[in-house]
């Protein structure tokens, strides 16, 4: 699944940058989806649900805020953000460097379609790994991200409940905190000692949520009741997504 978000002020021009991403993924068999907003405003009003965005490609003046000043407000939000520009200049100032920008965009080329198509096969291309290196006390081992049900805090080390696997966990020694920044996000801080992975969670109640260990087997893992609200909230977006 890739997740691209546009963002532009003119509704015809986003029309059909959707249209050819559209089209593109469709013929790839890739699954995506892509949202349009009609300014940064309305695309912030997504808060730090921004980060389930694997590409922004903004405009480079809009009213309101323009690309630029988005992508500052998207970096404070979600700082590993890859953002393309599209723009109807060639020439663009000093300040369009700071942003890193994965791609520009001019909109007005006979060569549009086919930058915007290259953009999004470079992310494809560099989607987020989809295996995690674990520094072991006694070696390295990689582990799939999808097969971790869980991850549990024990006062200095961190224990991964993988899938299939649970009776043989992994035991590493970091804090959960930095073990978050590493994983996708659909895996979920909900607990000051539990961290869980959305896709193998089944149901959520008040103040815990029961997780699929394998096969019909669960377990239940408790929610801390200031972070209820949140894990309610990524709970229903996240589901909605993936299921």
């Known amino acids: ?67 630029f000043e988005t992508a500052r407000e998207i970096y404070g939000l979600y700082p590993n953000a890859r953002i393309a520009f599209a723009t109807n200049y060639y020439d663009f100032t000093r300040e369009g460097y700071k942003y890193n920008a994965v791609r520009y965009l001019v909109k007005q080329e006979e060569t549009f379609s086919a930058e915007l198509i290259e953009c999004i096969d470079f992310i494809l291309r560099t989607e987020p790994p989809k295996t995690i290196l674990l520094e072991l006390s006694d070696g390295s081992l990689e582990v799939a ?9 024990e006062k200095h080390y961190i224990e991964y409940f993988v899938k299939e696997k649970e009776s043989t966990f992994y035991i590493r020694r970091c804090s959960l905190d930095d073990a978050l920044i590493e994983l996708p996000n659909y895996f979920i801080r909900v607990h000051q000692r539990y961290i869980i992975n959305l896709k193998n969670s089944v149901q959520l109640r008040r103040y815990e949520v029961i997780i699929r260990k394998s096969g019909e087997e669960t377990t239940k893992i408790p929610i801390a009741r200031n972070r209820f609200d949140d894990v309610n909230r990524k709970f229903c977006l996240i589901k909605g997504e993936i299921g």
């Not at 991200?145 to 805090?153: A, G, H, L, P, T």
């Open 1 to 67: 699944m890739i997740r691209i978000a546009l963002c532009d002020d003119q509704l015809p021009f986003l029309e059909l940058e959707k249209g050819i991403i559209e089209r593109h993924l469709t013929q790839k068999t890739v699954e995506f989806k892509c949202d349009i907003y009609i300014s940064g405003e309305a695309l912030l009003t997504q808060g730090e649900d921004i980060s389930k965005y694997d590409l922004f490609i903004l405009d480079y003046e809009m009213d309101g805020l323009t690309g």
């Open 145 to 153: 991200i999808d097969d971790i049900v869980y991850i549990k805090s």
